[in-house]
């Protein structure tokens, strides 16, 4: 009954920009803390940007401070990842995650579920 549907990666080159999308269903949308986790090849996956239910308090990786843009609107049940001046080791598979936590946990045993991962690709 809980889906987790993720869209928006892709290739891109350097400095480039993407704009992932989660949209939840089978659950109320603003009961939940939102994430973004990632996780390259080979690697663990690691917390990305997350988002609190409203007003949406939002924490941030320090890797992606200041290029990373998380939001949601509650309307469309959707959490959004503004992704820009991406670089080559932003390459990943990128992971939407939810939580009934009030506040945004950057371990991902915290998270009840999460979607089915969509590949972003910083390559020239």
């Known amino acids: 009954q809980v889906q987790l549907v993720e869209s928006g990666g892709g290739l891109v080159q350097p400095g480039g920009s993407l704009r992932l999308s989660c949209t939840l269903s089978?659950?109320?949308?603003?009961?939940?803390?939102m994430a973004w986790f990632r996780q390259p090849p080979g690697k663990e996956r690691e917390f990305v940007a997350g988002?609190?239910?409203?007003?949406?308090?939002?924490e941030y990786a320090d890797s992606v401070k200041g290029r990373f843009t998380i939001s949601r609107d509650d309307a469309k049940d959707t959490v959004y990842l503004q992704m820009n001046s991406l670089k080559p080791e932003d390459t990943a598979v990128y992971y939407c995650?939810?939580?009934?936590?009030?506040?945004?946990?950057?371990?991902?045993?915290?998270?009840?579920?999460w979607g089915q991962g969509t590949q972003v690709t910083v390559s020239s």
């Open positions: 988002i609190e239910r409203s007003p949406g308090t939002a």
């Open positions: 089978g659950r109320t949308f603003w009961l939940y803390t």
């Open positions: 995650g939810m939580t009934r936590d009030l506040y945004v946990q950057t371990t991902t045993n915290e998270y009840n579920y």
